[in-house]
């Protein structure tokens, strides 16, 4: 069986119902099932739907951004940061590349500082709302730039 090539649109709420995002107003996402693009839960529901169908979903933390890890927050001194200026709540990147981690400043303590690794969204339930726009056959061009074998 190929891999689909998938078009939905999204509304991500967390548990106490405020949007944390969304693609409403904007161009549906794209998304080729298995290239590791989106979470795991939200593909598995969406290669389950039809074009057109709109769902209510769930997604618990597991198949989600994970279950916070108390060994991703660890503290640090202030003088390794990027920054001068540094502010809870503040982000970074801790590389060049895209794919390094993002930190969270949970806590700035005197020369230290307390980084977060964690997911923002680590550890909560994800309620979509989702609607699948589009389902197809992902072709061979789609494959190669998502790195699976066409």
Same mark, same amino acid.
């Given at each position: 069986?190929?891999?689909?090539?998938?078009?939905?649109?999204?509304?991500?709420?967390?548990?106490?119902? $405020? /949007?944390? =995002?969304?693609?409403?107003? +904007?161009?549906?996402?794209?998304?080729?099932?298995?290239?590791?693009?989106?979470? *795991? %839960?939200?593909?598995?529901?969406?290669?389950?739907?039809?074009?057109?169908?709109?769902?209510?979903?769930?997604?618990?933390?597991?198949?989600?951004?994970?279950?916070?890890?108390?060994?991703?927050?660890?503290?640090?001194?202030?003088?390794?940061?990027?920054?001068?200026?540094? $502010? /809870?709540? =503040?982000?970074?990147?801790? +590389?060049?590349?895209?794919?390094?981690?993002?930190?969270?400043?949970?806590?700035? *303590? %005197?020369?230290?500082?307390?980084?977060?690794?964690?997911?923002?969204?680590?550890?909560?339930?994800?309620?979509?709302?989702?609607?699948?726009?589009?389902?197809?056959?992902?072709?061979?061009?789609?494959?190669?730039?998502?790195?699976?074998?066409?």
């Amino acid at each position: 069986m190929s891999a689909l090539h998938l078009t939905f649109h999204y509304t991500l709420r967390n548990r106490e119902g $405020r /949007v944390l =995002d969304t693609s409403r107003g +904007g161009e549906p996402l794209n998304c080729v099932q298995g290239a590791g693009q989106i979470i *795991e %839960g939200l593909e598995a529901e969406l290669v389950t739907m039809q074009a057109g169908e709109k769902r209510s979903v769930i997604v618990p933390p597991e198949r989600g951004y994970g279950l916070r890890e108390e060994a991703m927050i660890q503290k640090v001194p202030r003088a390794r940061l990027p920054v001068d200026d540094v $502010r /809870v709540g =503040d982000q970074f990147q801790t +590389g060049p590349d895209r794919q390094d981690p993002v930190v969270t400043i949970v806590a700035v *303590e %005197g020369d230290q500082v307390l980084l977060d690794a964690n997911h923002p969204l680590a550890g909560q339930d994800l309620h979509f709302e989702v609607e699948l726009v589009a389902r197809r056959a992902a072709t061979p061009a789609e494959l190669q730039a998502v790195g699976l074998p066409a």
